[in-house]
């Protein structure tokens, strides 16, 4: 049984279209996912740069609100001394005694840390014990000091 040549040509033929049908389908499907790879990656680079931005403003905002609330509790703290002046003059020092606890508790809150002029006043004024006495000079005198110390740190804001 001789097999004619001629009838294994269209066979061979066939599988050699089948074949590089196959291959040509594979390239295009590998550089369709090449390309949607791509673009995805480019897309999520996009959004986590994107994501990295909004995360550095919160921070920033929220920096720039811990130190407004900073600044708020400090300025508390100071009308607290003044309420405090105004108790002593009115001989009430009970109630002075409670707005000047409330000074140092406020620039406790506020952040003043352990060194500078704030932290030394908030360490005095934590301490102090006023005493009802019949001549508020000397205390008077040093609630005055400390509220000019603390003008003196946080001088007032220009008009």
């Not at 403003?57 to 703290?77: K, P």
Request: aromatic share 4%; net charge positive; charged share 30%.
């Amino acid at each position: 049984m001789n097999a004619d040549p001629r009838s294994a040509e269209p066979s061979s033929s066939r599988l050699k279209q089948v074949t590089i049908a196959t291959a040509g389908a594979a390239v295009a499907l590998g550089a369709a996912y090449g390309v949607g790879r791509l673009q995805a990656s480019k897309s999520i680079d996009a959004a986590e740069e994107r994501t990295a931005e909004a995360v550095s403003s919160r921070e920033a905002e929220t920096r720039r609100r811990e130190l407004e609330r900073s600044a708020l509790l400090e300025l508390e703290a100071r009308r607290r001394l003044s309420l405090c002046l105004i108790a002593l003059d009115e001989r009430n020092f009970g109630e002075a005694q409670a707005h000047l606890d409330a000074a140092a508790a406020l620039l406790d809150k506020a952040g003043a840390g352990d060194q500078g002029p704030l932290a030394e006043l908030k360490r005095k004024a934590g301490e102090f014990k006023l005493i009802a006495t019949d001549n508020l000079g000397p205390q008077r005198q040093r609630v005055l000091n400390w509220m000019r110390n603390f003008d003196e740190a946080r001088p007032p804001a220009k008009p």
